[in-house]
């Protein structure tokens, strides 16, 4: 069973899948979000059946006092489609604060010095998703 972890926003979805064991995260794919919600629900579907996904991780970007803001509201509204497409599909949150800012920097520090379309997304659903692995693994 691997576990997939998602970077939610408005037009790119940055998605990472974890290793059999549950103890990496890995950078998948970025689904175009500005298709709207049903395509966008209906990809990460394929991605959940094609990896055996039980667990959704997404990312909840709550402001950085801890408050919760639009962004937040948006992502569970979406997380909420998701439930009700695939009942099973448990759906966990985790913080996501500075994991953009964290991705930009990884890829600068690799050589990558401009930013390109979705990689600095499906890093920032790595980083979402390595978060809660460690997590789980802690015990």
Known sequence: ?????????????GVAVSDDGCRLAFDL???????????????????IDKYGSDTLVIGLPTNMNGSR???????????KALSEASPDLKIVFEDERL????ADRLMIESGKHQKQKGVSDK???M??????????NKS
Request: proline share 0%.
């Open 29 to 47: 794919c970025v689904i175009d979000a500005t298709k709207g919600r049903k395509n966008t629900v209906s990809e990460l579907l394929q991605l």
């Open 99 to 102: 994991t953009t800012k964290y």
């Open 127 to 136: 980083i979402i998703l390595q978060g809660y692995l460690d997590k789980i």
């Open 69 to 79: 803001g639009d962004r937040v509201v948006k992502t569970e509204k979406f997380a």
């Open 1 to 13: 069973m691997r576990i997939l972890g998602i970077d939610y926003g408005d037009s790119r979805i």
């Open 123 to 125: 890093l920032a659903a």
